[in-house]
């Protein structure tokens, strides 16, 4: 939808395979992809590998309170959410988180 891909900055495990994605202008970060242990969002230990993506918020909103949306893994937890592509949320709704992400970020609208 905005004419990117991701890039891969790390080039060592576990993070060779994590992706961000970026404004074709400028470069600013809007989403980064990993592929993490569950037990990191919900602090239970669980070790079952997941997807998910990491979005901006708007401060001033705070993060959506539902299913399948968690403080940012490893990031800012007032200005990021990690949302997990597990099916918890429908594609609409993390194409709007998305969509919010890149618009927050310098996109245009």
Do not use: C
């Not at 202008?25 to 809007?30: A, C, L, Q, R, V």
């Not at 990191?40 to 070790?47: P, R």
């Amino acid at each position: 939808a905005y004419g990117v891909r991701p890039d891969f900055p790390w080039e060592q495990s576990p993070h060779e395979h994590s992706g961000v994605f970026r404004h074709a202008e400028g470069g600013k970060w809007f989403a980064l992809i990993m592929r993490i242990r569950r037990g990191l969002l919900s602090n239970d230990g669980d070790q079952t590998m997941t997807d998910v993506v990491n979005l901006k918020i708007d401060p001033k909103q705070g993060r959506p309170e539902r299913d399948g949306v968690w403080p940012a893994y490893h990031m800012n937890h007032k200005l990021w959410i990690t949302v997990t592509l597990d099916d918890t949320l429908s594609d609409d709704a993390v194409m709007e988180l998305i969509e919010t992400s890149h618009r927050l970020t310098g996109g245009k609208a």
